[in-house]
């Protein structure tokens, strides 16, 4: 299982921006994938959201009205989908699974992250 990361860059607050995980290895049937953010200064990473066969689309209380998480089964995609963005939601982003079929909702609970990627809201 691999997973590589694309898309986030820099945006100003109110805009939007897509970050896509593909996972080449395994079919995301049989994935749990979640996308964490680690803001500058703070060794840990935030669960942002879940997604996995077995288990409700999880996102946490302080994205869920602003950013989506989808699936894209034909080309093994997870998409976060983020809207209304804030400066606080400036930081890295990673894409992490580990095979399953139920949520995880912690870090040390995944073995595969992807490379990360910058995300930089600033007004």
């Known amino acids: 299982l691999q997973l590589v990361q694309s898309g986030g860059g820099s945006v100003q607050i109110g805009g939007s921006l897509k970050l896509t995980c593909r996972a080449s290895g395994v079919t995301l049937e049989h994935l749990v994938v979640a996308w964490f953010r680690q803001v500058p200064g703070n060794e840990r990473k935030d669960l942002l959201g879940v997604t996995s066969t077995g288990g409700d689309g999880y996102l946490a209380d302080s994205v869920k009205d602003r950013f989506t998480l989808s699936k894209n089964h034909a080309e093994n995609t997870v998409l976060l989908e983020m809207d209304s963005l804030k400066p606080e939601d400036t930081g890295v982003y990673y894409c992490?699974?580990?095979?399953?079929?139920?949520?995880?909702?912690?870090?040390?609970?995944?073995?595969?992250w992807g490379q990360g990627s910058q995300v930089t809201v600033s007004s």
């Open positions: 992490a699974s580990r095979v399953g079929t139920d949520n995880f909702y912690y870090e040390n609970e995944y073995n595969v």
